[in-house]
């Protein structure tokens, strides 16, 4: 299975489309959150043919989504949220500790708008960084594929604009 996984597109789309036209197709997109309402687009844009699993950011007054997600793919149970109410900004540490609490084995956030892949300790921490206002150094737009397959480590790469 391969997934793409995105966070804070902030109502700015083409990016997204440049991936899914360039590096498609792919079985399901989740978002990380802060999409200011653009969940009808975001959905238009990867077709009916891939699954999205999407979640509110701290930009997302007025979403209906739910705040936070865990589900389940090829064996992994995976909690998803925008992480600004774990403090992600600071360190990953905590929202690491948090799911662990909750039995996954991936947390997904974005918030902080710098890519990263955790894989010490017993859950891996994904963060795909921002496809609109990159912070890390050179502040390059940034994104993650993660393909797995039940059985098997799930494999994570970060990919640049």
């Known amino acids: ?18 991936i899914l036209a360039d590096d498609g197709p792919f079985d399901m997109l989740i978002h ?8 009808e687009q975001i ?9 999205c699993v999407m ?7 007025f979403s209906m989504l739910p705040r936070e997600r865990t589900i389940t793919i090829e064996g992994l149970k995976i909690w998803i949220t925008h992480g600004h109410n774990y403090y992600v900004s600071m360190d990953h540490s905590i ?3 948090e799911a662990a609490a909750r039995d996954v084995d991936i947390v997904m956030f974005g918030h902080t708008h710098k890519p990263l892949v955790d894989l010490s300790g017993p859950v891996i ?3 795909p960084g921002s ?6 150094n050179g502040r390059r737009p940034s994104y993650i594929v993660m393909e ?13 604009l």
């Not at 990380?32 to 969940?39: F, I, N, P, Y």
């Not at 959905?43 to 699954?51: K, Q």
């Open 55 to 61: 979640v509110p950011g701290n930009n997302d007054f």
């Open 95 to 97: 929202i690491k500790s």
């Open 43 to 51: 959905e238009r844009l990867t077709g009916p043919e891939c699954a």
């Open 32 to 39: 990380c959150g802060d999409l200011e309402g653009e969940e």
């Open 131 to 136: 496809l609109t206002y990159p912070r890390q």
């Open 1 to 18: 299975m391969r997934i793409l996984i995105i966070s804070d597109t902030h109502r700015y789309h083409e990016p997204l489309a440049d």
């Open 148 to 160: 797995v397959e039940e059985g098997f480590a799930p494999e994570f790469e970060i990919r640049y």
């Open 125 to 127: 921490a994904v963060n």
